[in-house]
């Protein structure tokens, strides 16, 4: 079952970059459509989480994560705008090398043979993307660390907060992350229009499901597995 949840997380990240290259194509505004796909995103969250016990320290990172989903939002639609969806979402995927280094080093885990091969690869296609050892653009660069980052901050979530719902917590994440988000709408005063408000709410929907099917197979799989 869980192996199920591995393949249904690059769906959905697949589905954001299709929308946020839609969206870039039809005219919406990144930043509305970015605020308010956290609405749905909190909403679908909150029906779905358990209610449970959420320990002070995993609800700041949660606020720290949620600043870290803004600010990835902002990057990716920037660099799917810049570079395509291909590239952008192929290096937002190949980030999961980064928890792998902790996941080896901090928690313990062994990979096989067969990872070993498959983080070498993923580490030639890095180099070689753009038929320049070396020279791979900053934009897919600072895709591949941010979310690198991320990914590594929920599999943290993951080893040390076994027993907290994961819905629970994306909830307080996406709470986090609307605030942040409409704060900075607030303070550049940009007045929302109804497409952008009604575009994000259907991106937030496969922007849940990335998270919740991640965390789901995190939970059994080996992090250099997922």
Do not use: H
Request: with cysteine.
């Amino acid at each position: 079952m869980y192996y199920i949840y591995l393949i249904l997380a690059p769906l959905s990240s697949l589905a954001i970059a299709l929308l946020l290259r839609v969206f870039e194509g039809k005219g919406f505004d990144r930043r509305v459509v970015i605020a308010s796909n956290y609405i749905a995103a909190f909403l679908l969250g909150y029906f779905l989480s358990n209610q449970c016990y959420i320990p002070r320290i995993a609800y700041l990172l949660g606020i720290v994560i949620g600043l870290f989903f803004f600010i990835n939002f902002v990057f990716l639609s920037k660099t799917i705008k810049a570079l395509g969806v291909a590239s952008t979402v192929t290096f937002s995927r190949l980030s999961l090398a980064i928890p792998v280094g902790f996941s080896i080093f901090l928690w313990g885990e062994k990979p096989l043979l067969l990872e070993i091969a498959a983080l070498i690869v993923i580490v030639a296609v890095i180099l070689l993307w753009e038929d320049k050892i070396g020279k791979i653009s900053s934009g897919l660069f600072t895709v591949f660390l941010l979310f690198g980052l991320l990914d590594t901050a929920l599999k943290f979530f993951k080893v040390k907060f076994q027993y907290v719902d994961d819905s629970a917590f994306l909830v307080v994440i996406y709470v986090s992350a609307g605030v942040w988000s409409w704060g900075y709408i607030l303070f550049k005063r940009i007045k929302p229009v109804g497409k952008d408000f009604l575009g994000g709410l259907l991106l937030g929907i496969p922007n849940y499901f990335s998270s919740y099917f991640l965390l789901k197979a995190m939970k059994q799989i080996p992090g250099f597995v997922v």
